[in-house]
């Protein structure tokens, strides 16, 4: 199990459209990966769980991992999240 804190940098967050797209490429690792933010915890392969902490720009998240993929799970979400619009 890894985990890795991580900065909100799209302006928008991670709502609607973004969100959609994290989700999409979280479903393709065989890891059970999860976000935190503020003590909430959500399984980052549902849309709802992501779109129900409300990541907004800024926010300090915790990125989970633990599973066969897990650092390459990290890795390529980690920059997801980190990525600039």
């Known amino acids: 199990m890894i ?3 991580v900065t ?3 302006k928008s967050g ?4 973004p969100a ?3 989700v999409q490429e979280a479903s393709l690792f065989q890891s059970h990966i999860t976000l935190e933010k ?3 915890v ?3 392969k549902s849309i709802m769980g992501v779109m129900g902490i409300a990541p907004a720009f800024g926010d300090q998240l915790v990125l989970e ?3 066969p993929d897990e650092n390459e799970a ?3 979400l980690a920059a997801m999240i980190e990525k600039t619009d």
Not at 14 to 17: D, I, S, V
């Open 42 to 44: 959500a399984n980052v």
């Open 8 to 10: 909100v940098r799209m």
């Open 65 to 67: 991992a633990d599973g």
């Open 20 to 22: 959609a797209l994290f």
């Open 38 to 40: 503020g003590g909430k």
């Open 74 to 76: 990290i890795a390529v």
């Open 14 to 17: 991670l709502r609607a459209r």
């Open 3 to 5: 985990h890795k804190k």
